[in-house]
C-alpha cells in the first residue's frame, strides 16, 4: 500500500498553557477526514476530553483499528512507564513502530498525535521508530501531529520535517530562537506573544501560505 507519491504532512503545534493548542490539536483530528486516528496517551487527557475508550495492549490496538480511533495509554503494557524512564522510551518506540506498521496495511490518511512529545525524547536522543514516522510516514499516509508549550526542546530533525506548524501565544525567547530555525514565512515574534489566547497564526512551508484564525 505504499505511495511513494504523496506529499510530505507534519504538524507542529505550539503555545503556552491554555493558550488553545490542544483544542485545536482534538478538532483537527475530529474534522479530519481520515482513515484512522492514532493518539499516545499517557496521562488520560485525549480519552477523556473526546470521550473515547482507552486500549492498553497490541490485541487491543488491532481490535480498536475499526472505530477509527485508537486511544493508547501505555500503562498495561509498560509498567513504570513515566517520562525520562527506559520504560516511558520503549512505551513511544513500540507506538509509534505499530502505528507505522498498521498503516502500510491500508490506503487512506493517518493520524498520529503526540503531545509534549518532549518528555518522552530529548535533543540528543530520537527513537528510530519516532524518526522512521517523522521522516517516511508520508509513504504510509502517515501524518504526525506533536503539540508542546516548549518547541525549543522538540529535536530539529521533528521541528525541521513540520510542513505545517500552528503557532498560539508564546512568551519565551527560546521558543521563538527555535522557531525562528524553521524561516517560517512572515514569522513575527511579537505577533505570536501579543495574541489573545486562543487565537492562531498557521504557516504553511510547502506553499508558504499563512493563515490567522480562533479555536475559541
Not at 499516545?40 to 472505530?67: I, M, P, W, Y
Not at 509498560?78 to 527506559?86: A, K, N
Not at 508564546?170 to 521563538?176: N, T, V
Request: aromatic share 10%.
Amino acid at each position: 500500500m505504499s505511495d511513494y507519491s504523496l506529499p510530505p504532512r507534519s504538524t507542529l503545534l505550539a503555545g503556552m498553557t491554555g493558550s488553545g493548542k490542544t483544542s485545536f490539536a482534538f478538532r483537527y483530528l475530529l474534522n479530519a477526514p481520515v482513515a484512522a486516528r492514532f493518539i499516545f496517551d499517557d496521562r488520560g487527557q485525549a480519552a477523556n476530553r473526546l470521550q473515547k475508550k482507552h486500549v492498553g495492549t497490541a490485541n487491543e490496538c488491532e481490535a480498536a483499528l475499526l472505530s477509527r480511533w485508537i486511544v493508547f495509554n501505555p500503562s498495561r503494557m509498560f509498567r513504570g512507564c513515566l517520562p525520562g524512564t527506559e520504560a516511558g522510551e520503549n512505551a513511544l518506540r513500540w507506538f509509534c513502530n505499530w502505528c507505522y506498521d498498521a498503516s502500510r496495511r491500508g490506503r487512506g490518511r493517518k493520524i498520529l498525535l503526540i503531545d509534549e512529545l518532549w518528555k518522552w525524547c530529548n535533543t540528543r536522543k530520537l527513537p528510530i521508530e519516532l524518526a522512521t514516522v517523522a521522516v517516511e510516514g508520508r509513504v504510509e499516509n502517515l501524518e504526525l501531529v506533536t503539540a508542546t508549550q516548549t518547541p525549543e526542546k522538540i529535536p530539529f530533525s521533528i521541528r525541521g520535517s513540520a510542513t505545517e506548524v500552528v503557532l498560539f501565544k508564546l512568551q519565551h525567547a527560546k521558543a521563538f530562537e527555535a522557531l525562528d530555525e524553521l524561516q517560517l514565512p512572515g514569522f513575527d515574534p511579537a505577533e505570536i506573544q501579543a495574541l489573545p489566547l486562543g487565537s492562531y497564526v498557521a504557516f504553511n512551508r510547502i506553499s508558504g501560505a499563512v493563515y490567522r484564525g480562533r479555536i475559541f
